[in-house]
């Protein structure tokens, strides 16, 4: 296969980790080669091999082994009918990509390449899980809000050991299991339950969950008014309405860098922009934030900045430099940043341009540490292929992978159930002090 260099208008390149959102990849190289089928009678009979030959450019590796285990279970695996000849190529594929270590390049045959693709459309069914990768183990990079896995208070970082689902049959550890799988096992019908064991870091004894599953809808972006006083803002509701004229932060929360970021975008902009003299600065959230597309990462960041560069892709043989679309709208207005350890990706690159090149202030918790991109690429049959090309590297040069990035003022959130959002009244009050 021919990669061509990828544009960022044709290409949406995924960092991933998501909500119940899998970052997967596709088939080797000789399966777009030869179909799959058998001249062997202990198969069912419509399948064949065709074609054998090994590929030129491939002459170094013997294949002789796989088609030798092929041969052997065809001849003498003792119930031939349940040898599925299109599931045995896909698992081959698979424990392929598995081979290299990454757990984010991986192989989505067509039923799971459609769910990634139907995820970052914004709307699914689940518990509200975004899930990841953290020293190999699965892991939970952020629980949606409102949700079913927040409600029950599963935490970003929460390590997931085992899935049981008594409807379906299931009952597996999610050792060695690929994200493409975990999300396949999680998912399910509307009203259906699913039973996770997890464990926090720090704490040595393992818990269980059980969660009903919902539709997930995932909004991108969500603004609300605040009041600069302290004592104010712990009246505020959701049905508060500040008027217009009084000074207001504006607190922006970005769940995600979906299909639907860009216009939920540009109306909080606006919305912003047309009581611009009310707003003494902007709050940008994006705690939780798995990541998305970078298409939405470029632009968000360039709301802020003038021009220069907003990040690097450095891959194998080449790297390509992602400058400022064109000059933000926001750059007059103070803002800090919100983060933590469930945000990720597209997120800590535009954490991490704002505070290179403006010296945005972070706060909140060391981000997830995902840095590197993965380039969805569809094949034949609706299977898909999400493998790492190349990672990110920030204005500073500073690389996000296995990292992630410290905040300036580092904030906890405490387990106490206060009514106080601890993380954002730090990061207004950080605001404030630029005034």
């Known amino acids: 296969m021919i990669v061509r260099p990828i544009s960022l208008v044709r290409i949406r390149s995924f960092f991933l980790v998501l909500s119940l959102i899998v970052l997967s990849v596709g088939t080797g ?10 001249d062997f009678s202990k198969l069912p009979p419509k399948v064949e091999i065709i074609n054998r030959a090994q590929p030129p450019e491939h002459r170094t590796v013997d294949f002789s082994l796989f088609w030798q285990v092929w041969d052997e279970l065809a ?12 599931k045995m190529v896909f698992g081959a594929i698979s424990g392929m990509t598995s081979a290299i270590g990454d ?16 995820n970052l459309s914004g709307k699914f069914g689940g518990v509200g899980i975004q899930l990841g990768f953290r020293d190999r183990a699965l892991s939970v990079v952020a629980p949606l809000s409102g949700m079913p896995a927040e409600r029950a208070g599963i935490k970003a970082g929460d ?10 049959g299931v009952d597996k550890d999610t050792q060695g299991m690929p994200l493409p799988e975990a999300v396949n096992l999680i998912r399910g ?16 004894k393992p818990f269980d969950v059980e969660l009903v599953r919902e539709e ?13 006083d302290e004592a104010a803002r712990k009246l505020v509701t959701k049905e508060t309405e500040i008027p ?14 979906g299909d639907q970021t860009d216009g939920e975008w540009d109306r909080a902009v606006s919305d912003i922009l047309d009581r611009e003299s009310d707003v003494v600065g902007i709050v940008l959230d994006f705690r939780n934030n798995p990541g998305g597309y970078l298409s939405g990462a470029i632009r968000m960041a360039s709301e802020f900045l003038s021009e220069g560069t907003v990040v690097v892709q450095q891959g194998r043989v080449r790297s390509e430099t992602f400058p400022v679309e064109e000059p933000g709208r926001l750059t007059d207005l103070p803002f800090v940043v919100l983060v933590n350890g469930g945000s990720a990706s597209a997120s800590e690159i535009v954490a991490g341009a704002l505070r290179d090149r403006r ?8 981000t997830f540490g995902k840095g590197t991109v993965q380039e969805a690429r569809d094949l034949p049959g609706g299977a898909g292929l999400h493998v790492t090309t190349s990672k990110w590297i920030l204005p500073s040069g500073e690389a996000i992978n296995a990292k992630g990035l410290t905040p300036n003022i580092e904030v906890t959130l405490t387990e106490e159930e206060n009514g106080i959002d601890e993380q954002l009244e730090k990061a207004i009050e950080t605001l404030l002090k630029q005034q």
């Open 29 to 38: 190289f000789w399966y777009g080669r030869r179909s799959i089928t058998t």
């Open 75 to 86: 001849g003498s695996y003792i119930t031939p009918d349940s040898l599925d000849p299109e």
């Open 103 to 118: 757990p984010y390049t991986v192989f989505l045959p067509p039923m799971e390449n459609k769910q990634t693709k139907e």
């Open 159 to 168: 390590f997931i050991l085992h899935i049981k689902d008594e409807g379906a």
């Open 189 to 204: 019908k509307l009203g259906t339950k699913v039973l996770l064991t997890l464990i926090r870091e720090g704490q040595t």
């Open 216 to 228: 997930i809808v995932i909004p991108s972006i969500e603004l609300t008014w605040l009041p600069p």
């Open 244 to 257: 217009v004229g009084e000074k207001v932060v504006a607190h922006l929360a970005v769940a995600q860098f």
């Open 359 to 366: 010296g945005a202030v972070l706060v909140g918790e060391k």
